[in-house]
């Protein structure tokens, strides 16, 4: 009805949570797990998309349904169950960059793959079925609806002023006079943007137009840094450490030169304890309130250290 596909898996409700800190299939020593590993990715066990239906008919004018073709897979970024990232090392958190980078490299080559979309689901308050440091990657036979809202909008100010929508958010923050800025390295920015629809949402942007990891080979380790800063930062500011990551890459198939990566955090949290909530205006008309302001939580993520 939206022109939006779902994923329908309700095989996916069989998958694991975990009870017992033994049953973790992602500690080392399990039964896909073996060797001697500091970042490992294996094939979901429970996808809710797969290779081997083949991909998508999706001529048609309407489609109603089609088998769910994709590729789900996980990177576990630990092989310490209890370490998540603002606990980790320079060297993990590269090692880390660099399979995400792998990982989208290998999938977005893949014949009807449109989009490859990596994110990690962190802590209880968001439903997160093993505590075990991992991140996802889901690569689509389709560009799902919120990178097609980013691509519209930044197409129309790529035509008609021949702008990059984030090179000028970019600049309008660091001129901006009531700072929404959290942290700056030499190459990427963290801000609490001004249209944020979550409380503690966090956009990191890199300073160049780059559009997809596979650029910014000289600057993963910076980028992994600065993760690990603002899931630092979210640590002192929550009692209870959770957000979804999400990056923001181009789509597979073209060139979409006016496309500039960057990760986007939304946590659930509305102060240190309460959940935001999603209500009926937010679910039902899909419009945000957001009842913080954007200046008032940078400054106090930007004091978090
Ligand atoms: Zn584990
Ligand atoms: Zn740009």
């Not at 001129?175 to 030499?186: E, F, G, L, V």
């Not at 963290?190 to 990891?213: D, G, N, Q, T, W």
Request: aromatic share 12%.
């Amino acid at each position: 009805m939206l022109g939006e596909w779902v994923i329908i898996t309700p095989k996916r409700a069989k998958r694991p949570f975990q009870k017992k800190e033994r049953q973790c299939p992602f500690c080392p020593g399990q039964k896909e797990t073996q060797g001697d590993w500091k970042v490992l990715t294996l094939e979901n066990r429970f996808p809710a998309l797969s290779p081997g239906v083949g991909p998508m008919p999706l001529d048609g004018d309407i489609v109603m349904e089609a088998p769910a073709y994709g590729v789900c897979k996980v990177i576990v970024t630990s092989p310490e169950h209890d370490t998540q990232i603002e606990d980790m090392s320079d060297e993990q958190v590269g090692l880390i960059m660099n399979e995400y980078t792998r990982v989208f490299k290998e999938l977005d080559a893949l014949k009807g793959i449109e989009y490859v979309f990596q994110f990690e689901n962190r802590g209880k308050a968001i439903g997160v079925s093993l505590n075990h440091p991992h991140a996802q990657v889901y690569a689509m036979p389709f560009i799902p609806p919120r990178i097609q809202r980013e691509i519209y909008q930044a197409e129309r100010l790529w035509e008609s002023e021949e702008e990059c929508v984030i090179c000028q958010i970019i600049s309008n923050e660091l001129k901006s006079a009531t700072s929404r800025i959290i942290t700056k390295t030499d190459n990427f920015l963290a801000v609490v943007p001004f249209f944020a629809r979550l409380p503690y949402e966090v956009h990191i942007y890199p300073f160049s137009h780059v559009s997809s990891l596979l650029q910014m080979k000289e600057q993963l380790l910076e980028l992994g840094k600065i993760i690990r800063d603002i899931a630092r930062r979210y640590n002192k500011v929550f009692d209870e450490n959770a957000y979804i990551m999400a990056f923001h890459t181009r789509p597979s198939k073209r060139k979409y030169p006016y496309w500039h990566f960057h990760i986007e955090f939304y946590p659930p949290w509305r102060d240190r304890t309460r959940i935001k909530y999603l209500g009926g205006v937010e679910t039902g008309s899909f419009t945000y309130t957001n009842d913080s302001s954007p200046e008032a939580i940078a400054k106090e993520l930007r004091e978090a250290v």
